[in-house]
């Protein structure tokens, strides 16, 4: 019988005053432990790899104890945004136990084994629990909190900046005070690690500056082991010292800024002591601090992709084995008399069976989950051989499999359902209808969540329509969204927006024109240019409960965000299998107007990288107040995409403007004909609009669709319900041949089985392949206008009927 090795050590602070030497002895002696039982399960991780029970490895070894001092600092409320060597630090806060890290490294998807990412993430990916199954928060002021972990190194740190300048907003906004769940008078601290080399990221200098900028409590660990995989530090950081080259931010009488610490990683005393002070200033003050950590190293090498005798000299080796942090950790207790050898060594002895037990119970649990489906289906295959023998060797080969894992049971069994085609009897039957249930299962297990899908997902939020009356003014379109948000904010203490230029001029089109003399510059904020960061900004903020609109100013900048978007933001339901989640809305405006770098609309590149997000593509001011009626009051993630020519012409103010809503996925027919189905969406549709009118003069009539979003797309078929009229279909888009228009074509004829009622080719007219030139003329060549459109459509026409519709050239 395996001992159970759920009872987790966690590390205690350690207050020289108040302790006496044997309490003193003790946590040392218990640090030490977490450190070595830490250092056992990289080593017996990355056996299992070798060996080939897990695909992967990355460890934490070499860097255990810096971590376990970190632990010690870091308290209930806090959040830790960081990377894949900090298993130290999850042991030793009881973040993660050594079972449910080795459940992690065989990627498995049982309920409660990884907790972390259910089985999706590679190894030391950590994240806690903020919300539940249908998406409420818990309590975060009870949790140690750690934000879902990336692979991209120093992808991190954008979103630590939020998470870090919640804890401003939660102090200095005391109507935030209700929200009791979130924050403790903002006390709470955003610990960030990150290793030496990915400090050479842009993302790294962006987050370290902002966060000076902002005075926010951000508490920056960098583990510096002198090397990125292969390549030394004199390849990665200037001077080869972050923290030197840091000195800058170094806070002085004049100027805030940074408080900078230098600490040995092996000298457990000595980092004890830094982390108490560093975070006690960070937490108090509200200062930003950098913790370089320095003389780590690695005993494994970097990961189980190679070993690292191939790129570090003899010397550097040497030189890592006598400063391995555990062994430096051991000489000084030996010194001090805390410990004896043989006591060392007995502790020592019992971690080691400790971690080989935990990865043993993590193992069999993992085959065992899998064993009731491998023997049904060796039964069932072994049913079906009685009438056709051929198949016994399949559920033979499948019995012979010891440690058969789900990929190969489904292979024997959809091989099997394969072979059997044609040959119907109950034994197949039986199979098949096992293996058809087995989706839903597998779905769950293996591509659920998406979106959080909880109680205030968007297609929950109640459909109101806008009212108007008989005095309803025509207004800029700009005011009609501004009328919105001031609603909203008015109505909503947890919304913020921020961006460049956001502030005081109220954005660059003034939509937020006069709200921050409203509601305040901690509400309506400006920012610097940064956009890695304000995206960051906005996923921190929403992880910890706020409601963040984050503000890129043009849809050709958020190219310099979408490493965030896309990496961090899009995944995180998905990759925790749904225990976080970060209601941010992306603002941002674009489609055409003048200049390579005014007027693109690259939707594909959204559609390709976003996934997880919703994406709204409103036509006017009006339909975008609607949409973001809904996403305020909804709690996931969206890029609303505002149209850059639309804010200066008239709408009508809705007497509603802060209560309408526009559902996401919901197409709107808005124009009815017979002939053709145009499908297009933002700023596009005006053009297909006015093209519309020339035609009708032709005898065409077209119906114009606008999808409204694209990510839900048309979830009522709207767009395939009209070909059925007038089976014939164009799409126009902005975005590049084969860019967003290609997804439109897949979604309506694939999707919605549109092919059924088309009787001519489905056709798209779309921008030329390269950024449109500035001004008019280049605009008029290179985006569909109102000529392409209509001589598109006619063209189409005159293929279906050359009598009725002559050829025009
Ligand atoms: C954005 C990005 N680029 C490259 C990689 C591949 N990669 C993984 S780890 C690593 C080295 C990171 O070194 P460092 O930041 O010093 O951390 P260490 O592993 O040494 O602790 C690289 C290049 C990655 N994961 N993400
Ligand atoms: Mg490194």
């Not at 502790?347 to 400790?354: R, S």
């Not at 060797?393 to 099997?416: G, H, M, W």
Request: proline share 4%; hydrophobic share 40%; net charge negative.
């Amino acid at each position: 019988m395996i001992a159970m090795q759920n009872e987790k050590l966690i590390t205690n602070s350690i207050d020289a005053s108040e302790l006496s030497f044997n309490d003193f002895k003790s946590i040392v002696i218990n640090d030490y432990k977490i450190a070595y039982e830490s250092r056992q399960a990289s080593v017996l991780g990355r056996r299992e790899v070798l060996t080939g029970k897990a695909k992967f490895g990355i460890f934490g070894d070499g860097k255990e104890v810096p971590q376990i001092a970190m632990a010690k600092a870091f308290k209930q409320g806090d959040w830790r945004s960081g990377y894949y060597r900090d298993q130290t630090f999850a042991f030793a806060t009881g973040i993660s136990t050594i079972k449910e890290f080795f459940a992690q490294l065989y990627a498995n998807p049982s309920e409660g084994a990884d907790p972390f990412s259910g089985g999706r993430q590679m190894n030391c990916h950590f994240a806690t629990k903020s919300i539940n199954e249908d998406g409420s928060w818990n309590d975060l002021t009870k949790i140690k909190n750690v934000s879902s972990d990336i692979s991209p190194t120093g992808g991190q740190m954008a979103r630590l900046v939020g998470l870090a300048y919640a804890s401003k907003l939660f102090r200095e906004n005391r109507e935030l005070d209700y929200l009791k769940n979130f924050s403790v008078n903002g006390n709470e601290v955003a610990f960030g690690t990150i290793g030496n080399a990915s400090t050479s990221e842009g993302v790294f200098f962006e987050a370290i500056n902002a966060a000076g900028v902002l005075q926010i409590p951000m508490a920056v660990s960098v583990w510096d082991d002198a090397y990125g995989i292969s390549v030394p530090a004199k390849y990665q950081t200037t001077k080869e010292d972050i923290s030197e080259v840091l000195k800058g931010f170094q806070r002085d009488e004049k100027n805030p800024g940074y408080e900078i610490y230098k600490v040995k990683g092996w000298d457990y005393p000595a980092l004890c002591e830094v982390y108490e002070k560093a975070i006690n200033v960070c937490r108090t003050e509200h200062v930003p601090v950098l913790i370089h950590v320095t003389e780590l190293t690695q005993p494994q090498g970097h990961s189980t992709s190679g070993s690292h005798e191939r790129y570090k000299s003899k010397d550097r080796l040497t030189w890592e084995s006598e400063h391995d942090c555990i062994l430096k950790m051991r000489e000084w207790m030996l010194e001090s008399a805390i410990v004896s050898e043989d006591e060392i060594t007995e502790i020592e002895k019992a971690a080691k069976v400790l971690v080989r037990n935990a990865q043993k119970e993590a193992w069999n649990e993992f085959l065992d989950s899998m064993k009731p489906e491998q023997k049904l289906v060796i039964d069932f295959i072994a049913a079906m051989a009685k009438n056709q023998p051929e198949l016994a060797k399949l559920s033979s080969q499948l019995a012979a499999t010891a440690d058969a894992q789900r990929r190969e049971i489904f292979v024997a069994a959809r091989k099997a359902i394969r072979l059997s085609a044609g040959k119907p009897s109950a034994e197949r039957d039986a199979l098949a209808n096992w293996y058809k249930s087995q989706d839903v299962v597998n779905y769950e297990r293996y591509n659920s969540k998406l979106h959080t899908k909880g109680k205030e997902s968007p297609d929950k939020i109640a459909v109101v329509d806008a009212v108007y009356n008989d005095q309803s003014k025509m207004v800029d379109g700009r005011e009609v969204l501004n009328a919105c948000f001031d609603a909203n904010f008015a109505r909503d203490q947890r919304l913020v927006a921020f961006g460049e230029d956001l502030g005081n001029i109220g954005d660059v089109n003034q939509g937020f024109a006069g709200l921050q003399a409203k509601f305040g510059e901690l509400r309506v904020t400006d920012t610097g240019i940064r956009e890695m960061t304000i995206m960051g900004q906005g996923i921190g903020l929403a992880m910890r409960g706020l409601k963040p609109i984050a503000e890129i100013q043009y849809l050709d900048y958020l190219i310099f965000a979408l490493n965030v978007l896309s990496d961090d933001l899009a995944s995180l339901s998905y990759r925790t299998k749904g225990i976080q989640k970060a209601p941010v809305i992306v603002r941002t405006r674009g489609h055409r107007l003048e200049g390579i770098w005014h007027s693109g609309s690259p939707i594909s590149m959204l559609l390709g990288s976003l996934r997880g997000l919703h994406l709204c593509v409103p036509r006017n001011m009006t339909q975008a107040a609607g949409m973001y009626n809904t996403l305020f009051r909804a709690d996931e993630p969206s890029v609303v995409i505002e149209c850059l020519n639309g804010y200066r012409l008239k709408e009508m103010l809705p007497d509603n403007v802060g209560e309408f809503t526009v559902p996401l996925g919901h197409a709107e027919v808005l124009e009815e004909g017979t002939d053709i189905t145009v499908v297009s969406y933002g700023s596009s549709l005006r053009i297909v609009q006015e093209a519309a009118e020339e035609l009708a003069a032709l005898g065409i009539s077209v119906e114009i669709i606008d999808p409204q979003t694209l990510l839900p797309f048309d979830i009522n078929n709207v767009c395939s319900t009209s070909l059925k009229k007038t089976n014939k279909l164009l799409v126009v888009d902005e975005d590049v041949p084969g860019g967003a228009s290609a997804y439109i074509l897949q979604q309506i004829i694939e999707q919605q089985k549109g092919y059924f009622s088309l009787d001519s080719q489905p056709k798209t007219l779309t921008a030329k392949a390269h950024r449109p030139p500035f001004g008019s003329d280049g605009d008029y060549f290179s985006k569909p206008s109102v000529d392409d459109v209509i001589e598109r459509i006619y063209g189409i026409m005159h293929e279906a009927n050359p009598v009725k519709y002559p050829s025009i050239f």
